[in-house]
């Protein structure tokens, strides 16, 4: 998985323009790519009511067929379109992934800011951020959907909650180095207030650096979805989802192994796609790497 290096610096985002876009395109083709194919899995996921067949339709009579030209991807153990299944599961895996990032950032964001401001704040939300950190992310997980029930809403919200602390302390780390440099210093001293000097000199610094690290945070989220539904404990089974399909059709594995390779191998080029286009991001906004270029 993509990781945040320590090196991207905050930059105005105005610096970032439509030249920077063709760079990127040109001397990083594969972040391009990654960006590019996470858009179009949007799209397929978006438009999959128009073009594929109803997911959970069951037919007896056609379990585990191969790949047909009514079937591209042939049938699973109870008679339903893996091809459908697939690119609904998209909808599913898609959503969740990028709702609990989004969550996890705007969280991390509140904490992290607050905390890099007031000290008693931070002495002990940081010390609950630690502990929520020392838990491994799928136990979390698996124990809050244990205790309030499965279901997509309920599934979003316990993925978000074991990224906040990764996000919040990133966000401390900025605002804290940030706040110490003359341009914020000179805005207090011309009498402007905490709350106007965190949004309008400090909170645009975290921007480039959160951007990058929610895009890690993106795939670890799907994959976390992948691993709840493979388990039994992410959203319902009557629910297309790719960790579901997986689970479901590991047994009929040598028999149709497109019911297995299909969900999983989607889920694999999501996953790279995000990481890529979290790398590109990342040398994007790192101004060393620009001067470089």
Known sequence: MTTLSASVEAVPMSRVGLSDLRR????HPLAFAGGSLLVLGIVIALAAPLYASDPGNMDPFKL???????????????GRDVFARTAFGARISLLVGLVSTAIAALAGLLIGAIAGYSRSFDNVMMRVMDGLMSIPTIL???ALVALTGAGIGILIVVIAIPYIPTVARLVRSVVLSVRERPYVEAAFCGGARLPKVLWRHILPSTIPPLMVHSANVCAGAILTEAALSFLGVGVPPDTPSWGNMIASSRLYLSIAPLTVFAPGICLA???LA?????????????PRTRRRR
């Open 24 to 27: 990127l395109a040109s001397r």
């Open 64 to 78: 585990l067929q191969s790949p047909s030209g009514a079937m591209w991807f042939g049938t699973d153990n109870l």
């Open 140 to 142: 979390l997980a698996i």
């Open 269 to 271: 080029i999501t996953v």
């Open 274 to 286: 995000v990481n890529l286009f979290g790398d590109g991001l990342r040398d994007l906004f790192d």
